[in-house]
Structure formats: structure tokens, C-alpha cells
């Protein structure tokens, strides 16, 4: 049986595309696909992903799916409103937030030193911004240190404590303070 090898994702951004996501299925696939491959990583317990919240956010045009080729390779989604629950005084103030979440990246490309997350995640604060957000909020799992590791990279910062339990499901609160012309380069909140 031949091996399948995923081209360099350096060698050529020919293959890649960004588009607004329209097939719910697809996109719910490759959640639960990137939810499956974390929690084993991880030996955390995958989210529980209802495919009418997926349906719902395909629908109103808030999933961003990064292809390779015909392939979905990585997506997230960008909400006004929030798609987590946590009290809004833990972050600081934001006139206009916007939320991150539901972040995926296909599981043959999470393997080391693909720039999939990477490319989705600023693809998330382009977009932010280019929608006139002040703050792009999400939540995350910390166990899942890659993950948080990019988002700290990012300028992501954490607010409000831990939740959860350690070995179940652990959710941090992170924020990103986003340029705007009335903040000016160096504003954070």
C-alpha cells in the first residue's frame, strides 16, 4: 500500500484557499475529526459538538474553511455574539469583542511543524479586524498546550482563573486586544 504524503505546505501557496464555508457536514466532520485526534493527544474528553450549532453558524456565514486542494484543511469561526459562557467582567472592557471558537485543524496536518493553526489563527484576528473588532475573545483547553502556546504567541492573553478539573474538561478565557484607530498601536486592556 502507498504511503500518501502531504505536499511541503512551504513549497507553494497555489493549493491554498480561504473561503466562507457552505456544506454544515464538512464542517462538522472536521470539528469532531480535530476534537477526536486532541482528546487522544491530550487524554482529555473530547467537547460534545452539536451539528445544529455548526448548521446554524455555516448558515449565518461565520466559518472560515482554509482548503488545501479540494481538502478542508483547517477552520474557526467568528461570532459577535458569545458562543461560550462566562461572566463579562473577567475580561477587560471592549467596545466591540468578537469571538473565536471552534478552531480545527485536520488531523493529518497536526503534525509537528504544520502552519495550519498558525494560518487560521491570524486569518481569525485579519478578519477581526477587517470587521472593526476592538478585542477577539476565546475560549480554550489548556491542556491542549500547542494550542494555547500559539494563542499566547499571538498576543492572546488570559483572564479569570482555570476552570474545570484537571483530566476533565479545563476551559481558560483569552483575549486579544485588536488596533483600532481610536486605540492607537500599543492599547491593552
Known amino acids: 500500500m502507498a504511503e500518501t504524503r502531504l505536499p511541503a505546505e512551504g513549497a507553494t501557496t497555489a493549493g491554498w484557499r480561504w473561503e466562507v464555508s457552505r456544506d454544515p457536514h464538512e464542517a462538522h466532520a472536521l470539528l469532531c475529526a480535530c476534537d477526536a485526534h486532541q482528546a ?4 482529555t474528553p473530547a467537547p ?3 451539528p ?17 486542494g479540494a481538502h478542508a484543511a483547517g477552520m474557526f469561526t467568528l461570532t459577535w455574539d458569545r458562543p461560550f459562557t462566562v461572566a463579562e467582567g473577567v475580561y477587560p472592557h471592549a467596545d466591540r469583542p468578537i469571538h473565536l471558537s471552534r478552531l480545527a485543524v485536520a488531523p493529518e496536518w497536526l503534525a509537528e511543524g504544520s502552519l495550519v493553526g498558525l494560518r487560521c489563527v491570524r ?24 494550542t494555547r502556546s500559539l494563542l499566547d504567541i499571538l498576543g492572546f492573553r488570559q483572564y479569570g482563573p482555570t476552570l474545570g478539573e484537571a483530566g476533565g474538561s479545563r476551559r481558560v478565557h483569552l483575549q486579544k486586544t485588536l488596533r483600532t484607530a481610536a486605540s492607537g498601536p500599543d492599547r491593552e486592556g
Open 52 to 68: 445544529e450549532t455548526t448548521e446554524a453558524r455555516v448558515r449565518s456565514g461565520s466559518v472560515r474553511l482554509l482548503r488545501h
Open 123 to 146: 486569518h481569525a484576528i485579519e478578519e477581526a479586524a477587517r470587521a472593526g473588532a476592538d478585542a477577539l475573545r476565546s475560549e480554550a483547553n489548556p491542556e491542549l498546550r500547542e
Open 40 to 43: 487522544a493527544a491530550s487524554g
Open 48 to 50: 460534545r459538538r452539536r
